[in-house]
């Protein structure tokens, strides 16, 4: 750490009752001046929120400097290697020790901020926390987990996992929908959420057997795990009020959510255009710019940007590598809030009794016809 005098520890850290927020600033495909544009926006709308910085100290102090909300509140931490989106995860987890990332990763590891927030390279981020913040006890792989924009009361549904790993079995989903609905309960205040299983129908007979043998699962160990498990969803049920969240394989969630950005751009496009076609059109959007603003809001991708690792020791964000300081500002955000609800602590302590129930569920037929009653729990 090489703090200036009006940015010394002691008035960031966690010791002063700020929750403070390590960023890697080298990850994104814009540059540090958009993350470091993310921070301000932040900082200037939540006096709570500390940073630190990781980065080359020289390109990232003048950046700083210029943004008043960020004077006393910022800690740089001069890194000079960077992980580039062209980097292998493998070569990262090699040599990605003296990396901005890393250094993001290691500020929480060593309790000096409370969650990290990288732009970078989602494999090599994934692959780095898992070797610096360790999986949690009884996880055999990590989630990202996002929300998406819902027409449930909270707003939001949260997906998972969007892109941690293509693959996943029956227990692997099986614990997804313990850690997805432990952030519904902690992260968006619903006492008992309800959980769907993503498949090409509702009918029970459908899909592949991972997601035959994953409904039996879920269902066996639901009351267990205290949510609600709705069964199979379909793709038009992730937008939509049926459940809270929707557990799904990486790959398939990855193109989710990328057709889903897509096709908001999309809509957003042919609205300015339709608004453009004619003197009537154009007056018509000046009459109706309120109502217009509110639907940009409720469905701009950037305002809901932000995927967490779920299932490590430590809170970690994922920002887009596209991310503007919008984008920027709503990851930190989001590390923030799970910060400040005391989030990690809390899934540290489900999932550490949820692994009796996957450990329960190894050694146990997933025959309906077979199983036994499940008393209630509190995972």
């Known amino acids: 750490m ?8 002691d008035e960031t850290g966690p010791e002063a009752g700020r929750i403070v927020v390590s960023v890697d600033a080298m990850g994104g495909d814009a540059g540090p001046g958009v993350v470091v544009a993310g921070m301000d926006l932040s900082a200037r709308k939540n006096p709570e929120i500390g940073f630190i910085l990781h980065g080359p100290e020289e390109q990232l102090r003048p950046l700083v400097a210029r943004r008043r909300s960020l004077a006393g509140r910022v800690v740089f931490h001069d890194v000079a290697e960077v992980v580039t989106m062209e980097d292998k995860p493998s070569h990262v987890m090699r040599h990605g020790r003296d990396t901005s990332m890393w250094a993001a990763l290691e500020s929480v590891r060593d309790g000096k901020a409370h969650g ?3 732009c970078g390279n989602t494999g090599a981020l994934m692959a780095l926390s898992m070797l610096c913040l360790r999986r949690l006890p009884g996880i055999s792989r990590p989630a990202i987990a996002i929300l998406w924009p819902s027409r449930n009361p909270q707003g939001a549904n949260i997906m998972l996992d969007v892109g ?3 693959r996943a079995d029956a227990r692997d989903l099986l614990q997804y929908a313990m850690m ?3 952030y519904a309960r902690n992260g968006m205040d619903l006492r008992r959420p309800r959980v769907g299983l993503l498949n090409v129908g509702t009918e029970e007979h459908k899909g592949r057997p991972e997601l ?3 409904h039996a699962l879920i269902t066996r160990f639901a009351d267990k795990a205290n949510f609600d498990f709705v069964g199979f969803v379909e793709g038009s049920d992730i937008p939509g009020d049926v459940a809270d969240v929707i557990v799904t394989d ?13 096709t908001a751009s999309m809509i957003g496009e042919a609205l300015r255009e339709a608004f453009r076609y004619s003197l009537l059109s154009r007056l018509a959007s000046i009459l109706a710019i309120t109502s217009l603003r509110r639907l940009k809001k409720r469905i701009d991708p950037r305002r809901s940007n932000g ?7 430590g809170t970690v964000v994922k920002s887009h590598g596209g991310s503007d300081a919008t984008s920027v500002s709503a990851a930190i955000k989001l590390a923030f809030q799970l910060a400040q609800s005391g989030f990690a602590e809390k899934l540290a302590a489900r999932v550490a009794s949820a692994a009796e129930l996957t450990q329960d569920a190894a050694g146990r037929s997933v025959n309906p016809a077979v199983e036994e009653k499940d008393g209630e729990g509190q995972a």
């Open 2 to 9: 090489t703090p200036m005098p009006d940015q010394m520890p």
């Open 307 to 313: 995927g967490i690792f779920l299932g490590l020791n």
């Open 116 to 118: 990290a927030v990288s």
């Open 212 to 214: 035959k043998e994953a």
């Open 180 to 182: 997805g609905a432990s």
């Open 164 to 166: 941690a790993d293509v």
């Open 250 to 262: 990486g790959f398939t969630g990855n193109v989710a959510i990328k057709t889903g950005e897509g």
